[in-house]
């Protein structure tokens, strides 16, 4: 694959099979993401207790790219504290919408490398709105 392409193997593998996909038992909080645009729909179900994410699952319907980025998300909020999943949340939209390379070595120190697949997604910029739908959603989740 080049690293122009936007689905790197890790989006194809876990938009097909997402590993954190469902609800959440005991939820303490659930909310659906839209993008009208292109038809994306995401719904988070998480539960957090004492300022700490216990467990992320979603719902997603929607393209690879979007689907990916709900699961690698939940994967890599789950057991971090909201600050912290609220910060890493920036971290990748910055990492998405400012193309730089001094940000490049920066997300390297401090985004899991599973978020670092969605980079190639700079030269597409119509695609950001369908990694950053569940990030949102997680956002809107964590401040409600």
């Known amino acids: 694959m080049d690293g122009s392409s936007c689905y790197d193997a890790l989006i194809l593998s876990r938009s097909r099979k997402p590993e954190f996909s469902g609800s959440v038992e005991e939820e303490t909080a659930r909310v659906q993401g839209n993008n009208p645009v292109c038809g994306d729909r995401v719904t988070l179900s998480l539960r957090a207790t004492a300022g700490t994410i ?11 790219i979007c689907m ?3 699961d690698l998300m939940a994967e890599a909020v789950t057991g971090r504290s909201v600050t912290d999943a609220l910060e890493l949340g920036c971290r990748f939209t910055d990492m998405l919408e400012t193309p730089s390379s001094q940000n490049m070595v920066a997300d390297e120190d401090v985004l899991p490398v599973g978020l670092q697949a969605f980079r190639p997604l700079r030269t597409h910029r119509s695609r950001l709105r369908c990694a950053t739908l569940p990030w949102t959603a997680l956002g809107e989740a964590l401040t409600q």
Request: glycine share 8%; hydrophobic share 35%.
């Open 54 to 64: 216990d467990a992320v699952r979603h719902q997603t319907r929607g393209c690879a």
């Open 68 to 70: 990916a980025s709900a």
